[in-house]
């Protein structure tokens, strides 16, 4: 396993750092990404030393194609093949009426939360297809699968194309071996989800998520036991939301 790397975006805390750390914990080298320079660099310090792994600590912008892609070429040149990519990073805004949320919002949100999947696809795809093999994991959201009012439409409006987009990816790359899926969490506690009024009563479980819990399906999708799983969305909510 110490010869695969594997690709966090929003990898400073969080969701994306809970996943870095059991990928690593896997065996994976990991190469963490996030606006967050400082909280970043420090998580890819801790996380090698605790698992005795590789981890490389970028800070860029999923929005910027030009700059994710010369970051995997770095990446792939000093850890080896990468062979997973988790696609964690996102943006949340609160709720408000639809007339209320700027062209700006919406443009932020979906340039984040989709867009920024779509551009670090397309840097590591040419290697997945060149190799026959690789792992695609996008974070979705329950807000995207049921409609929300927790937090912005925009965001919500967002997950659900992240999941669409997951189904037709996973048909469009089996032919190369490529798993696409997703994970699509509930009320998770983390620094982006505090100040959004989360009620734990509605939750079946009685309880709100961990990161680690989210991890441990991003892990799960990563590993061996997932390879012939794909198109799926693990859903990780608690019970809030079935289908």
């Given at each position: 396993m110490h010869s695969k790397t594997a690709i966090v975006t929003g990898a400073a805390r969080g969701i994306g750092r809970a996943s870095a750390e059991k990928l690593a914990r896997d065996g994976f080298h990991v190469v963490l990404l996030d606006l967050d320079q400082n909280a970043v660099e420090e998580?890819?310090?801790?996380?090698?030393?605790?698992?005795?792994?590789k981890t490389l600590a970028?800070?860029?912008?999923?929005?910027?194609?030009?700059?994710?892609?010369?970051?995997?070429?770095?990446?792939?040149?000093?850890?080896?093949?990468?062979?997973?990519?988790?696609?964690?990073a996102g943006i949340v805004a609160q709720a408000g009426d639809i007339c209320d949320t700027s062209d700006v919002d919406w443009d932020n949100i979906f340039d984040v939360n989709?867009?920024?999947?779509?551009?670090?696809?397309?840097?590591?795809?040419?290697?997945?297809?060149?190799?026959?093999r690789g792992r695609i994991i996008n974070m979705g959201s329950v807000a995207g699968q049921k409609g929300t009012m927790a937090v912005s439409l925009a965001y919500g409006a967002s997950k659900a194309a992240v999941?669409?987009?997951?189904?037709?990816?996973?048909?469009?790359?089996?032919?190369?071996?490529?798993?696409?899926n997703a994970v699509a969490p509930g009320m998770i506690?983390?620094?982006?989800?505090?100040?959004?009024?989360?009620?734990?009563?509605?939750?079946?479980?009685?309880r709100f998520g961990?990161?680690?819990?989210?991890?441990?399906?991003?892990a799960f999708l990563a590993g061996e036991d997932s390879s012939y799983i794909t198109g799926l969305t693990i859903d990780v909510n608690g019970g809030m939301y079935l289908r």
């Open positions: 998580s890819a310090s801790e996380i090698g030393k605790k698992y005795d792994v970028y800070c860029a912008s999923v929005t910027d194609f030009d700059q994710v892609k010369e970051i995997v070429a770095d990446a792939e040149t000093k850890l080896g093949n990468i062979e997973v990519l988790v696609n964690n989709l867009l920024g999947c779509v551009n670090c696809i397309k840097a590591v795809l040419p290697l997945f297809k060149e190799r026959r999941i669409n987009l997951t189904k037709s990816l996973s048909t469009q790359l089996a032919s190369y071996n490529i798993n696409v506690v983390t620094d982006m989800t505090a100040g959004l009024g989360q009620k734990v009563e509605l939750v079946p479980l009685g961990e990161a680690d819990d989210v991890a441990g399906a991003v």
